[in-house]
């Protein structure tokens, strides 16, 4: 049976498993997916173990994602552009191939919430890797400009260095009051029951706060948005969901549908 695995550290939270196997269910797919625990200075060795036993293809999550950038022989733009791979397999070539699959993950999400994205002003608040691979699709998906917010304003440009003129980067406080349709919280403050500290102003033409965040209930940001008026509120799952799909459709050439999956998934962080 064809062998599939995330990496990570620490693994054991990882929803990848039950989404990929719901998956493999779904689209009458004969392979397994497993957990890997690698040691924070060791993900090379567990690849290339996981190789040499027999493994097709993986997804690769913190803190892996610039090693697996690093050992990849071959990389798509969009992980070019990320800096960051979360997606892997041995190519027909023979050489390992690396992607990544957060960007569009998002921008399917955002398009299954009616979000349109043509000509679309974001506020992108936090600029760690989360960001910075969303960028580009989002980008590609044609927003006009993405408002690029983060409490330490070097991380911010540094991103935005890596695009043009419709990156714009600054700190929390000095974030241009334009309006903006979208707003994502790519911070990890959600992570620990915070917010990024941005002020109301910016919510006023706002249609969806999307935070990248999940969990059981509505994060801190979704909670604050709805408090000042955003009607409509998404966490992260939608988009976890949808870049597991990409990564799934790359190795086994059949699109699974998102929505029973994740249903599955609410029902099992309700649990
Ligand atoms: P990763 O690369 O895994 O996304 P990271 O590099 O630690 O993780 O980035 C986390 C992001 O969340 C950063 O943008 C961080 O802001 P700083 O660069 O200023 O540290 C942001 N972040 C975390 N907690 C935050 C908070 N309470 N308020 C605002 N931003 C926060």
Redo the contacts with the bound molecule.
């Keep these: 049976m064809d062998r599939y695995a995330v990496f990570g550290n620490p693994i054991g939270q990882s929803k990848s498993p039950f989404i990929h196997s719901q998956f493999a269910v779904q689209c009458a797919q004969q392979m397994q997916y497993e957990a890997i625990l690698a040691p924070v200075d060791g993900f090379a060795d567990s690849w290339h173990h996981f190789v040499a036993s027999g493994g097709k293809g993986g997804n690769v999550t ?1 803190p892996f994602k610039q090693q697996a950038y690093q050992l990849a022989e071959t990389l798509s733009a969009r992980a070019q552009l990320a800096g960051a791979v979360n997606t892997l397999y041995t190519d027909r070539a023979g050489k390992l191939y690396g992607d990544n699959t957060d960007g569009i993950g998002l921008v399917h999400d955002l398009t299954r919430l009616n979000i349109d994205l043509p000509g679309c002003t974001v506020l992108l ?7 910075r691979g969303v960028i580009g699709p989002l980008l590609d998906a044609g927003v006009s400009q993405i408002v690029l917010a ?3 304003v070097d ?1 911010a440009q540094a991103i935005a260095a890596n695009f043009d003129s419709r990156v714009l980067a600054c700190g ?1 406080t000095d974030i241009p009051q334009q309006g903006y349709s979208l707003i994502i919280n ?4 959600g992570l620990s029951g ?4 941005i002020s109301t102003q910016h919510l006023k033409q706002c249609q969806l706060a999307y935070d990248m965040v999940y969990g059981a209930e509505p994060t801190a940001f979704m909670s604050w948005a709805k408090q000042h008026g955003v009607t409509r509120q998404a966490d992260g799952l939608g988009m976890l969901v949808s870049q597991a799909a990409a990564a799934f459709t790359i190795w086994r050439g059949v699109t699974p549908d998102i929505a029973p999956v994740m249903n599955a998934l609410k029902q099992l962080l309700q649990a």
């Design positions: 913190v608040v936090g600029a760690g890797g989360a960001s983060n409490r330490t991380k929390l790519a911070t990890s403050s915070g917010r990024p500290d």
